[in-house]
């Protein structure tokens, strides 16, 4: 059996080689005629499954260790008879510190105070609904917008208007094209013009969610809108006059977290169990993180407590400014820089790995909503 795996995808040499033949390959060079003779594709998000791809290929299954499937033409696969499987969840806490870690940097950037804001969830499905428990947590007010679970008979979501009208906006939708739950440019002109002013949008969901050119439009004619950017339309090219114009802009790394991504390759490696009949028994071998006690002094102000926590474990405009070079360096190719720091990304480790100490006891519902351990 001969596996092609995308190079950045965890432990993926050493789940994947229990099958057979593993080839590691970077995501954006891997083409119909390397998977000529190939039995098994293992893919991320930068791949682009379809039937340019796999057609005269003796491809018969595709694992995306991703929660988004956009990128794969999933019809094709199953008219072909192609095994597919995806991760869906795999990053769901690494993309919510990444949102906690944005706000708690902004709380403090422009001195406000998280439990007085209200903040509209779209999309409440494995991410939205860890932001939105975790944003209760913190005493912050939740407006939930999710149309499907909605019509399931859902309890507690509101329209798409309601929710714009929210101190914070956050985006957790996958990247719907048409439809009745079209999500393609959900954010456009329209509904950015029912932002209120000073409000906050963060997209780390999929780039083409917002329409970049309105959002930009409004960033260089309105400057009371602050703007996170974890996702871009036209990745990896781009667009530098709207990075220019964000508070905080990253090179889709929400979801990079060590544990985020062995999670999609276990979901994929025991997909392939599946398939194959087989028991899995792979477990990887999981390295401690660094610095995981963290002394909170007896702190009780929620804000200082999370800026110390994230100060220590992920300062989120650290991936800022390594993006923003972008802007001083007009000899870098964007598209390489772009996929470059992707590809090199020091991952994060999740809130779960670290120890508090010294906390204050009224404080202690607050560590447990993260995941911190407590002692």
């Known amino acids: ?25 970077h995501g954006r060079e891997i083409t119909n005629e390397i998977l000529k003779d190939a039995d098994a594709l293992i ?3 930068i791949t682009n499954v379809n039937e340019k791809l796999l057609n005269g290929t003796s491809v018969r299954f595709v694992g995306t260790a991703t929660i988004g499937t956009d990128h794969v033409d999933v019809e094709y696969l199953e008219q072909n008879n192609i095994g597919f499987a995806s991760a869906p969840g ?35 499905g494995n991410i939205g609904s860890k932001v939105a428990a975790t944003a209760e947590a913190l005493g912050l007010k939740v407006i939930k917008n999710d149309p499907p679970k909605q019509r399931e008979g859902g309890s507690g979501f509101v329209g798409l208007d309601e929710t714009l009208t929210a101190d914070i906006i956050t985006l957790h939708v996958p990247l719907n094209m048409d439809g009745e739950d079209k999500t393609h440019h959900l954010i456009d002109e329209q509904t950015l013009a029912k932002v ?11 780039g083409a969610v917002v329409d970049n050119t309105a959002l930009l439009n409004k960033l260089q004619n309105d400057d009371k809108l602050i703007t996170v950017l974890d996702v871009w339309e036209s ?22 977290t060590l544990e985020g991504k062995v999670n999609g390759t276990i979901m994929i490696y025991e997909s392939i169990c599946r398939q194959i009949n ?23 102000n929620k804000e200082t407590i999370l800026k110390k926590i994230f100060d220590q474990i992920y300062p989120i405009d650290r991936d800022d400014k390594m993006l923003k070079r972008l802007l001083d360096e007009s000899e870098i190719s964007v598209e390489k820089y772009f996929d470059k720091l992707r ?15 010294n906390y204050s006891p009224e404080i202690e519902p607050l560590l447990k909503s993260l995941r911190m351990k407590l002692i």
């Open 196 to 206: 209120k002013p000073g409000a906050i949008l963060i997209n780390s969901s999929r």
């Open 235 to 256: 990745e990896p090219e781009i667009n530098l006059d709207l990075l220019s114009n964000v508070e905080l802009g990253t090179p889709h790394v929400a979801g990079y």
């Open 278 to 300: 087989i028991n899995p028994t792979w477990k990887p071998d999981m390295p401690k993180a660094d610095n995981e006690l963290i002394d909170l002094d007896g702190l009780t």
């Open 343 to 357: 590809k090199n990304y020091p991952l994060r480790r999740e809130l779960c790995n670290y120890t508090a100490v």
């Open 1 to 25: 059996m001969l596996i092609i795996v995308d190079e950045n995808i965890a432990y993926g040499k050493e789940a994947f080689s229990r099958f057979g033949d593993v080839i590691l390959m």
């Open 90 to 124: 795999c990053n769901s806490w690494a993309v919510t510190e990444y949102v906690l870690s944005a706000l708690v940097y902004l709380s403090n950037r422009f001195h406000f105070s998280l439990s007085e804001k209200s903040i509209g969830v779209i999309g409440v």
């Open 43 to 45: 893919i991320r998000s």
